[in-house]
């Protein structure tokens, strides 16, 4: 391989050094398993089927499932060639240009930070509901919570999040089975209702076209799957850890979240099916379960929690590898005595307790708008894990290298990159379509604009002269 080529990378991985690599393989998968499995599945697809509509809704996720694995195998690609806790940042940086990476961090970090807002702010809604103390206040609880368990060492981080993501599987696999017993009548004193509700209003009530406009809040529910490239920064042996956790991660996220729609979406109906309350609560109230409702919920603040836990340390780290690269203040690069961005850890916690505005305004439609917000960041940050893996095997074999020396390869390339990233962008498309999700847009097109004029102005002229001075002193050196 290219020499240039090859000192571009290592010299990437040794920028981005100086984090604990505590992560453990059964640490990195369940992190990313918790960062997806969250108030996108538990809260938000009572929307996805409201919207349309049972059986139009578990398409959506499928579909949305196999995006999610093409995107997957090309930030496993990246992500072993190149550990680093920038992801696919860095990578864009490298392979695409400065410019998108810059965005792409920025889009990652407020999609981040939002989110952590989301999962406290479902989490309060949900105590609410049960103890009628303001969300408000339940947001600030659960906020320290989630600020500690982040200051602490990644091996801590990693396990409270091991332990938080086995509750969720644990709920999901007993909804599925409680779900399909009852709609076979075996449990709960009804008669076997099976499908029914999937034919009540016809098979696509609200017409086919209503899949594309679900997309958005199937890809938010999706999220959180690329924080397996930036957990790679702080994981032991990652040539080995990323391909088993990708694959594994792919296949039963897939599977828990089409499973649990078949069942949800033919137990409740899908026009009374919302974001107030747990739609997976009402499978088990329809079951007979005691106390069903109360256990539900309190597993899906859980859930919240735990999602919210993997975003701050995610969203962290972002801030942390652009700050090393010189795309953000330098002193978010400052690590604390348990080698954790401490002052981007803090900012992050900061501009997510924004969420408060949701116990100002009506919470459970400025909820709707966040997703929204953070579902199309999260596509436009997919879109560019695609088209950087494309540049990267593109750059790789026109400096020398040999795809087979690649120790986790994309398949069907450049099928599977140019169909990832042609997919979301018509997500992106459909958005357009829906008057209640339309607000992405309005909040999303000037912020990408701010940035990249700021990057332009002010950024890339300081990189330039940080990168003179470096190779002033190199030159000095020798």
């Known amino acids: 391989m290219n020499e240039k080529f090859n000192g571009k990378i290592e010299q990437a991985i040794a920028q981005q050094s100086g984090l604990d690599r505590g992560m453990k393989s059964r640490h ?33 996720y499928m579909i949305g499932g196999f995006i999610m694995y093409m995107v997957m195998m ?30 792409l961090g920025w889009l990652f970090w407020l999609n981040g930070a939002t989110t952590i807002g989301i999962d406290l702010v479902a989490a309060g809604m949900l105590l609410n509901n049960l103890t009628g103390i ?10 320290g919570v989630l600020f500690a368990l982040n200051s602490l060492r990644v091996g801590v981080f990693g396990e409270s999040e091991f332990w938080f993501a086995g509750i969720k599987v644990a709920a999901i696999i007993a909804c599925i089975i409680v779900g399909g017993l009852s709609m076979m009548g075996y449990i709960g ?47 032991q042996n990652p040539e080995k850890t990323i391909p088993k956790a990708v694959n594994a991660t792919a296949f039963r996220t897939l599977l828990f979240y089409v499973l649990s729609m078949i069942v949800v979406a033919a137990i409740v109906p899908w026009r009374e099916a919302g974001v107030k309350d747990s739609i997976f609560a009402e499978v088990f109230q329809y079951a007979g379960i005691p106390g069903a409702y109360t256990i539900m919920t309190l ?71 966040l997703i929204s917000i953070c579902g199309l960041a999260g596509v436009l940050g997919w879109m560019g894990i695609c088209a950087s893996q494309y540049c990267f095997r593109k750059q790789f074999v026109g400096n020398g290298g040999n795809v087979e020396n690649l120790k986790y390869k994309v398949p069907l390339f450049p099928l599977v990159p140019a169909l990832g990233f ?17 607000i992405a847009i309005y909040a999303s097109v000037p912020f990408i604009i701010i940035v990249m004029i700021y990057y332009y102005k002010v950024v890339s002229p300081r990189r330039g002269l940080i990168q003179m001075e470096k190779a002033e002193r190199t030159d000095n050196q020798a």
């Open 28 to 60: 990195l998968f369940m992190i990313t398993l918790g960062g997806v499995i969250g108030t996108g599945l538990f809260l938000a697809s009572g929307s996805t089927i409201n919207q349309a509509g049972p059986l139009g809704s578990v398409i959506a």
């Open 74 to 103: 090309c930030l496993g690609e990246l992500a072993v060639a190149m550990p680093v806790s920038g992801a696919f940042q860095t990578y864009a940086s490298m392979f695409i240009s400065p410019s998108i990476g810059y965005l």
């Open 134 to 143: 303001s969300e408000w206040i339940w947001v600030l609880i659960f906020g």
């Open 189 to 235: 004193g009804h008669e076997p209702i099976g499908f029914n509700n999937y034919f009540t209003d016809g098979i696509f009530p609200n017409g086919v076209g209503a899949i594309l406009i679900a997309m958005l809040t199937v890809a938010f529910a999706f999220n959180g799957t690329e924080i397996i490239g930036i957990a790679a920064g702080e994981s």
């Open 299 to 369: 597993v899906v603040i859980t859930s919240a929690l735990s999602c919210g836990n993997s975003w701050a340390y995610s969203a962290t780290r972002i801030l942390w590898a652009m700050s090393k690269d010189g795309m953000a203040p330098s002193a978010l690069s400052k690590l604390n005595s348990h080698q954790v961005p401490m002052n981007a850890l803090i900012l992050t916690m900061a501009v997510s307790g924004m969420s408060l505005l949701c116990s100002v305004f009506a919470a459970d439609t400025v909820y709707l708008w």
């Open 422 to 438: 042609f997919l979301n962008a018509l997500i992106v498309i459909g958005l357009w379509f829906d008057d209640s999700q339309r």
